[in-house]
């Protein structure tokens, strides 16, 4: 089983980034996708998720029409598109998976990329 992330890196204030998180060894389709971050010395939190079947998708206050979620299921892929990028948005991001819906909770997530570092000069 293996979530791999992808596409993290150095980007200017206001610019974009995609992230990408490839699923190997486990139904994809049947796992609802989790995009999480942690800036240093903070705890993980929720940014992004969405369901299996991409019925459902949320993204957070805090990223909320800068933000997108989306997967294709046909590639075992969840993707996170990140534009008018911020100083503050400067942390490790992570994918995880879990069965069928999101939750918010990082605990219920049963598989988990290993983060990809997006860091934005201001």
């Known amino acids: 089983v293996q979530l791999q992330a992808s596409g993290g890196g150095l980007v200017q204030a206001g610019g974009s980034l995609r992230l990408s998180c490839e699923a190997s060894g486990f139904t994809f389709s049947e796992h609802a996708v989790g995009w999480f971050r942690q800036a240093p010395g903070k705890e993980r939190e929720f940014v992004a998720g969405?369901?299996?079947?991409?019925?459902?998708?949320y993204v957070e206050d805090s990223w909320k029409g800068r933000f997108t979620i989306s997967r294709d299921n046909a590639k075992n892929t969840g993707y996170l598109q990140m534009n008018s990028l911020r100083a503050e948005d400067t942390a490790t991001y992570y994918c995880?998976?879990?069965?069928?819906?999101?939750?918010?909770?990082?605990?219920?997530?049963?598989?988990w990329g290993q983060g990809t570092l997006v860091t934005v000069s201001s």
């Open positions: 995880a998976a879990r069965k069928y819906v999101v939750l918010l909770n990082p605990s219920s997530y049963n598989y």
């Open positions: 969405i369901s299996w079947n991409a019925g459902n998708s």
